[in-house]
């Protein structure tokens, strides 16, 4: 006797979960007294709808639907936030349609249904979207995202686009390591010289001398990091020689310092034919002249990514002919007793056959361009500005002066890091819940 083989037919498990998380979306619609319909095939992303009720009349409120079960969806979770990753294409469609979503996810272990509407989550990161990723992260929180007959006012909220998540809090579980635009200084000038001066502002002694020096001038005392006993040192001739004196950075008022600290970064910025403008260096136009060099090489950030910059950009926008010049703001930042250099890159724009623009036009203007440079590209400018001041080495280096064995200050192009605990979670803004 041959016995046949019968290959059983199996239910996959996935199938019996997903009618699960169905039926649980159902059941709490049904205690809202609204109407949950399937939307087959869901193509779209979309695989249902809430039709809102009440007092037993339909309101002519629609939310759309996408449910997702089982682990495969889950990134990342603790005891407090579960985070969910849904395919970008859909959640860009979702984010023109018009029509609110709102995407709910059941949780294939607790059988807790949890719920985020997708544009008010999407407005919490304005560039989640312009990011080259395949996922969408959506994040949960465990006690303010359950999905039950309490949201029906929120899903109200929903569709008349009152609703908004706004809040952050930190977390102790959710590290993350944050790059910032400091940088660890590593050597500083200590020794700075004084001596009398019948001149009151800096200028009346720039005028006459022909190199550049680290200087200021206060209750008719000239404090430079430059040696007044060095005979080379042209400030000689502005002071009282015989009543120089020196001081330690410990035993000058920080303010003084960190006023001569700035000044010594203005050396730099006129040696590269930059000018201050609101307290940011911006390169000049007299790059763009016969023998200026608009652009400076260096090392790319990655393979086959820039390698170079111009310094000014010039746009034509109509017959409006507009200078977008590479800006940036550059200070010394004292923590504690450490020290860091900060490089933040900026935007400046001219309009050299445009009179009427004013300064209030420019400064639109920047705020625009400014809102506009997301995360990557804010993080190829630093590059940029870290490699043109180091001169693509691996240390900046700021001369007090022009004059040999002068002091200077030394910086390190290794950004500081953070480690930073935060996530977003929703706080709704919306109607009150009715008595």
Not at 198 to 211: E, G
Not at 220 to 248: G, N
Request: charged share 25%; glycine share 2%.
């Amino acid at each position: 006797m041959v016995e046949s083989a019968i290959m059983a037919v199996k239910r996959p498990p996935t199938q019996q979960l997903q009618k699960e998380s169905f039926i649980a979306v159902d059941s709490v619609c049904n205690q809202m007294n609204c109407e949950f319909r399937r939307h087959e095939p869901d193509n779209a992303g979309i695989d249902g709808e809430i039709d809102l009720v009440k007092a037993t009349a339909f309101e002519g409120k629609l939310v759309k639907t996408q449910v997702k079960a089982g682990s495969s969806y889950i990134t990342a979770e603790n005891e407090n936030h579960v985070r969910v990753k849904v395919e970008r294409r859909y959640v860009e469609l979702w984010n023109v349609m018009n029509v609110p979503v709102v995407l709910i996810f059941y949780h294939p272990d607790t059988k807790v249904l949890y719920w985020k509407a997708v544009k008010p989550y999407l407005k919490c990161d304005p560039n989640v979207l312009k990011r080259p990723t395949q996922n969408v992260i959506f994040q949960f929180d465990k006690a303010r995202d359950i999905f039950t007959p309490d949201v029906l006012n929120s899903l109200r909220a929903v569709v008349e686009g009152t609703l908004e998540y706004q809040k952050i809090i930190y977390t102790e579980d959710n590290r993350e390591e944050v790059i910032s635009n400091w940088f660890p200084v590593i050597q500083l000038p200590k020794t700075i010289y004084l001596a009398p001066t019948l001149n009151r502002r800096p200028k009346d002694i720039t005028v006459h001398i022909r190199n550049y020096y680290t200087f200021t001038i206060y209750d008719r005392k000239l404090y430079t990091f430059s040696d007044l006993h060095s005979p080379e040192c042209e400030l000689r001739d502005h002071c009282d020689v015989d009543e120089i004196k020196t001081k330690t950075v410990n035993q000058l008022q920080e303010p003084r310092y960190m006023e001569l600290l700035n000044r010594m970064l203005l050396i730099f910025a006129w040696q590269h034919r930059m000018f201050v403008y609101n307290d940011r260096f911006i390169f000049s136009s007299r790059n763009l002249q016969e023998g200026g060099e608009n652009k400076f090489d260096f090392k790319p950030l990655k393979r086959d990514i820039e390698s170079s910059r111009s310094k000014i950009y010039i746009n034509k926008i109509g017959n409006l002919i507009e200078y977008k010049h590479m800006a940036v703001k550059l200070c010394f930042i004292k923590l504690g007793s450490k020290w860091y250099f900060q490089i933040e890159p900026e935007w400046h724009f001219s309009y050299p056959y445009d009179e009427t623009k004013t300064k209030k036009d420019i400064g639109i203007r920047i705020t625009r361009e400014k809102a506009n440079t997301f995360n990557e590209h804010y993080l190829y400018l630093l590059h940029a500005w870290k490699q043109f001041l180091s001169h693509s080495s691996d240390q900046i280096l700021f001369p007090v002066d022009e004059l040999p064995n002068s002091q200077m200050a030394i910086i390190s192009t290794v950004n500081e890091t953070f480690i930073s605990n935060f996530m977003l979670f929703n706080d709704y803004i919306g109607p009150k819940v009715e008595q």
